[in-house]
């Protein structure tokens, strides 16, 4: 018997012919797809399902990736107004006043917010601000574990060192100082990969920070090559892949070159004002770029993403969310992708709909390995679906439902989500959480967290009125 029938609706599909299906259904059966089709057609194969969910007046979508995020950074939202205090608050909770509680309040809070606009995978770097990772001891990582099976979504987390050099001093859960070593961090790592790797609907992939450097001690250049090797050697082992946040001119030549980190299971954040050089890297080497169009880097630098899909390299769009100012809204992130590509271009044929919506599902597959499970609706593969509302007054008429979608819908419009076969939201109700409660516990987490670290100076709201600069 079918579990699901999810049935009347316009199906996106994202399958290799992308076909738009105009009354159209998927079936499921136990967390997997097993068909695709007109409505009549699957009614006909998959009769007495065991539930049906409605889809008239919906657009049926797989289920959204969004291939990078910081944890940690839900509860940071907006402190020091978005400058540079913002960057020096994350060092400072993040390694002197974020117990696990904190971790787990803000995954609740962050799997919720995704959950509830369409996300169904997504990858979460464990911290942030420059690299400042959470690894003086498991409880972190296992605590925001715990939390996204409470949710029900899919999640990578990345782990990885801090930038050398070592020892980086924590806080630790009884209020003790320790100076945390490299060894230390790889030892967490393995300790995380050998506890919450692959358990349910959480993975794990290796992080290094990006080399930027202008010029090379070479000394400093021998000890991160050895890390580099020895955090390749633990992802290798446990099949993992590989991530980098904040990509600019020349550091994917070097990361290449000088440290042998990249490969087709790479892939990496940001990646601003390439060079030609750094391009044909990204081309030879199969590695994936994750474009975050919203993000500050986006703004300092230019990620050429045009130039990179031509030149043969995949290319997903992501949050970089949720601090200091942006949401988990993908259908935003990848509007903004299209505009981005086009006024830098001054070119409005640019980053058609079509393209922008490959970006946050099925090439975002493949830049996390999924392809074959996840980003589109085929038989076989993973039960990640949503549906999106297109009876709203911003989404008629009711015609170019791919157009509508991707130009016009936002998280709000998300109506219904499954994950691996579960209706985790339907009509926006998530029967299996407590939303009040989350959204409490991560309000109550965060003053606990201002206390700690003596920083509730920086939520002063400052709103620029009648400056034109912050």
């Known amino acids: 018997m079918t579990d699901l029938l999810v049935t009347g609706g316009i199906v996106i599909t994202l399958d290799a012919e992308r076909r738009v299906i105009p009354d159209g259904a998927v079936a499921l059966r136990g967390g997997r797809i097993m068909g695709v089709g007109p409505a009549a057609e699957i009614a ?36 020091g107004n ?13 390694s002197s006043a974020s ?27 464990l911290g942030g601000g420059d690299c400042i990772m959470r690894l003086d001891t498991p409880a972190a990582g296992e605590a925001r574990a715990r939390a996204i099976a409470e949710i029900g979504i899919r999640d990578v987390m990345a782990v990885g060192p801090r930038r050398p050099p070592f020892p980086h001093d924590y806080v630790m859960e009884d209020g003790s100082k320790r100076a945390i070593r490299f060894e230390d961090m ?55 892949r590989f991530h980098q946040d904040g990509h600019r001119t020349d550091s994917i030549v070097m990361a290449d070159a000088m440290f042998g980190l990249l490969g087709p299971d790479a892939f990496l954040s940001h990646c601003t004002d390439l060079s030609d050089e750094d391009i044909a890297t990204l081309a030879r080497t199969g590695a994936h770029v994750i474009h975050n169009p919203m993000a500050v880097a986006a703004v300092r ?31 935003r992130h990848a509007f903004e992708a299209m505009r981005y590509a086009q006024r830098a271009a001054r070119d409005d044929s640019l980053i058609p709909p079509g393209r922008a919506l490959e970006m946050i599902t099925v090439d975002a597959a493949a830049a996390l390995g999924m392809e074959r499970e996840i980003g589109s609706l085929e038989e076989g593969k993973r039960a990640d679906l949503i549906t999106v509302d297109l009876t709203a007054p911003h989404m008629v008429p009711a015609n170019m439902p791919v157009w509508r979608v991707v130009c016009y819908a936002t998280a709000a419009d998300v109506r219904d989500v499954v994950v691996g076969g579960e209706l985790l939201m339907e009509g926006r109700h998530l029967a299996h959480l407590d939303e009040a409660e989350i959204v409490a516990a991560a309000a109550a987490e965060t003053a606990q967290m201002l206390r700690r670290s003596g920083l509730a100076h920086l939520t002063v709201e400052e709103p ?6 912050r």
């Not at 620029?464 to 600069?469: H, L, M, P, S």
């Open 44 to 79: 006909a194969r998959f009769p007495d399902p065991a539930r049906v969910l409605d889809a008239r007046g919906k657009a049926v979508l797989p289920g959204l990736i969004d291939t990078h995020a910081h944890a940690g950074h839900g509860l940071v939202k907006t402190m």
């Open 82 to 94: 978005g400058g540079p205090e913002w960057s020096e608050a994350c060092r400072v909770i993040y």
């Open 99 to 125: 117990p696990a509680e904190f971790w787990f309040a803000e995954a609740r809070l962050a799997g919720l917010e995704r959950l509830k606009a369409g996300v169904t995978t997504g990858v979460s770097v």
């Open 186 to 240: 790889l030892e967490t790592m393995g300790l995380l990969f050998e506890r919450v790797h692959d358990r349910g609907r959480m993975r794990l992939c290796t992080f290094m920070p990006v080399y930027r450097e202008a010029t090379h001690d070479a000394t400093k250049v021998a000890e991160i090559k050895a890390q580099g090797r020895a955090v390749r050697e633990l992802g290798a082992r446990f099949k993992a």
């Open 301 to 331: 630098g230019f990620c050429p993403v045009v130039k990179l899909l031509d030149a043969g390299v995949n290319v997903a769009v992501a949050s970089d969310g949720t601090a200091p100012d942006r949401s988990g809204d993908m259908f």
């Open 464 to 469: 620029g009125w009648r400056r034109t600069r």
